[in-house]
């Protein structure tokens, strides 16, 4: 009876007592340290990838409340810049053990909303994370230099101080990775943070944002804001933004770059790729085509460093064969595995959870315990299908439900109310997180889906092009059929052979799970090759001859180069060094650079003479230093 009720007419329960609000959870703003509901009446579906059910929804802020946001940073800025940089470090040395203790809730919120499979969506936060592990050497990374003597009694040196309100423009293929090359270097150098994630993928940004202010960060250093064009023509337009960060497309890029940099603002513009592996007849074979199955499919082709294009030199086009079978053995599957979280946290504070419940257990709890008890089946099966969280409420000695309530599959109690109802002797709410939808139980996945149901389109239409231009469709995954996720946005692994630079299939940066295979005769064919390719991206050789690879390394124009490595994104003691058609801007993202884009060098020239030393007389031609 009891889920009859609840299921058919998903009217309020009155167990005890219980509350109902609207369908759909709502990701807030967040606004001078609060997490804010957008007054916006414009809203963009998030959808799972696997799914194509709608997960939440995103507002386009309101101009009003994006310039809250950039009032806040500005008014933040000052005294955070003057905070001390050791305080500064500190803060950045909590937050990283903060996302190693959140990685497996933060790698959840991307698989939901971005599709990648979990293990991937893990590797994506902690690539994020190393930044934000690098940062912490600020101490050493913001030195200035100094040149003592340059005359007599004169010094000269630099300060490196922040340059003020900052802001970032992120993609949806890294929801984790891409936000964190951003905001810690611009924040852990004094500067504050204005951000917008990708509107298709806000969760994880905003449990980064979260974790963030955890570790200490003040109110109005780290603002979000949510959007589009507008969201984008605001950061461009505002006077109080000094410098923008931005990952993305190209159109998209040159666009931030052009406005951007019109309105007197550095900006650093990451942008597309088409990234060439060149496989050597002399290359380790069982290496290499594993690596490049892994790099051109991993996360379904959707990576900017992905290995998208492969030219096999003389005879290692009898390669392809193999290279098929590998392909081949990839499994096409729903990104999340598991539903039940070990780390809960309090995700509700920057979602507004949508239809809830609100369960009392007082004033009888041994009697709500029961209820809970011999309810089990119903609570998982039936009654939570329907809502998104339940919001708990207990007293302290009834700590044996919260437990038994976070076994339940599928939902997490906040940590910090748990907290207080163990240790407090007053009735407590425990609020439990969003509850999202399971993806179900999957023997695995090595190849998620794609972004949307208009990107599978492309794809698909990018592969047909292929076939009617004359190249060979050697593995077709167009119609792949994940069982049980028949509305995904799936594209099983492709391979295109024949290909001729002059094809849209070479031209366009396809972003899905295609291969698009060249052959050259030599290795000055290949080099060729890529360097007339418009992208500079990242690119890969496989051999086993030095020579070979020393040739490559010094004769490709590609900012990223791998020998035997498929996809060489550098650490965060280097920086991310896209060129051409890749790159807009003068300084790249994170290591050196990204100090440099993010501080402003003050140099200073000083005297200190012995009191008896003045100067004689003014001095009107242009001083001279010996
Ligand atoms: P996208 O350009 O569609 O979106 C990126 C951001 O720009 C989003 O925040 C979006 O709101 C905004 N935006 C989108 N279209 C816009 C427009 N016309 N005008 C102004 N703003 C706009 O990119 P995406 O689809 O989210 O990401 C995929 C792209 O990003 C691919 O091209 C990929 O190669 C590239 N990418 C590059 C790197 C790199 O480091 N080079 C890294 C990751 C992704």
């Given amino acids: 009876i009891l889920s009859r009720t609840i299921f058919n007419t998903k009217t309020p329960l009155q167990l005890s007592r219980m509350w109902y609000s609207s369908s759909v959870p709502t990701t807030k703003l967040f606004i001078d340290g609060k997490f804010v509901d957008s007054q916006t009446t414009e809203w963009i579906d998030i959808h799972n990838p696997a799914t194509n059910e709608v997960v939440s929804r995103v507002p386009k802020a309101t101009q ?29 040395l909590r937050y990283q053990q903060l996302i190693k203790d959140n990685i497996k809730e933060l790698a959840r919120l991307i698989t939901l909303e971005q599709g990648k499979t979990l293990a991937d969506a893990e590797g994506d936060v902690f690539r994020g ?150 496989v050597m007849p002399d290359a380790n074979k069982e290496n290499t085509l594993n690596q490049l199955v892994g790099a051109a499919f991993g996360a379904a082709g959707q990576r900017c460093m992905a290995l998208s294009t492969a030219i096999l030199v003389g005879e290692a086009r009898d390669w392809l064969p193999e290279l098929v079978e590998r392909s081949k053995a990839l499994r096409v599957n729903a990104g999340s595995s598991d539903r039940v979280t070990d780390k809960p946290t309090d995700a509700s504070c920057f979602f507004e959870l949508g239809r809830s419940l ?17 309810c089990y089946e119903i609570l998982t099966s039936v009654l939570l299908r329907d809502f998104n969280a339940i919001l708990f409420d207990s007293v302290s000695q009834n700590n044996v439900i919260i437990s038994f309530m976070m076994k339940m599959d599928g939902l ?29 139980d999957q023997p695995g996945a090595d190849v998620g889906p794609l972004i949307s149901p208009e990107a599978k389109v492309r794809v698909n239409s ?20 994940v069982k049980g996720y028949e509305n995904g946005n799936f594209v099983g692994p492709t391979i295109i052979s024949n290909v001729k630079p002059e094809m849209t299939c070479y031209k366009e940066e396809i972003f899905g799970p295609v291969l698009v295979v060249l052959e050259a005769a030599d290795l000055d064919e290949a080099i060729a090759l890529i360097n007339n390719n418009q992208y500079g991206n990242g690119t890969a050789i496989f051999t086993n001859n030095g020579a070979t690879a020393r040739k490559y390394t010094h004769e490709v124009d590609v900012g990223q180069i791998g020998v035997n490595v498929p996809i060489p994104v550098p650490l965060p003691m280097f920086s991310f060094t896209g060129s051409r058609g890749s ?27 012995a009191e008896d030393a003045g100067v004689s007389s003014p001095a009107v031609t242009m001083p001279t230093i010996r």
């Fill in 358 to 374: 609100l369960f009392s257990v007082d004033p009888f709890p041994g009697f709500s315990f029961l209820i809970v008890f011999y």
């Fill in 583 to 609: 790159f807009r801007g003068d300084t790249n993202f994170y290591g050196k650079q990204g100090i440099q884009f993010y501080t402003q060098i003050k140099t200073v020239t000083s005297q200190w003479k």
């Fill in 129 to 278: 994370l190393q930044v934000v592990e690098h940062a912490c050497s600020i101490t050493s990374l913001m030195l200035g230099e100094t040149l003592p003597s340059i005359t007599k009694d004169m010094d000269t040196y630099t300060f490196r101080l922040p340059i003020g309100v900052c802001a970032g423009i992120a993609p949806f293929n890294f929801p984790a990775m891409i936000p964190l090359w951003m905001f810690p270097i611009g924040m852990v150098c004094g500067n504050t943070y204005l951000m917008k994630p990708s509107e298709r993928v806000p969760g994880c940004t905003m449990l980064l944002a979260k974790l963030l202010q955890d570790a200490g960060a003040p109110d109005g250093t780290l603002n979000i804001i949510h959007g589009q064009h507008a969201a984008v023509n605001f950061i461009c337009d505002n006077p109080a933004i000094k410098a923008i960060s931005f990952v993305g497309s190209n159109q998209a890029g040159e666009y931030i770059y052009n406005r951007g940099s019109s309105n007197g603002k550095r900006v650093q513009s990451n942008m597309g790729a088409k990234n060439h592996g060149v």
């Fill in 462 to 481: 990018l592969i047909q092009s292929g076939v009617d231009e004359g190249a060979t469709l050697l593995l077709d995954g167009r119609a792949v059929n």
């Fill in 412 to 440: 997490n109690v906040s940590r910090g109310s748990l907290c207080n109802s163990s240790t407090e002797k007053t009735p407590k709410r425990v609020r439990l997180a969003p509850r999202f939808r399971p993806a179900g």
């Fill in 64 to 92: 009003e409340e994006m310039q809250a946001a950039a009032d806040s940073c500005s008014r933040a800025f000052h005294p955070w810049a003057e905070t001390s940089i050791l305080s500064r470090q500190q803060v950045f």
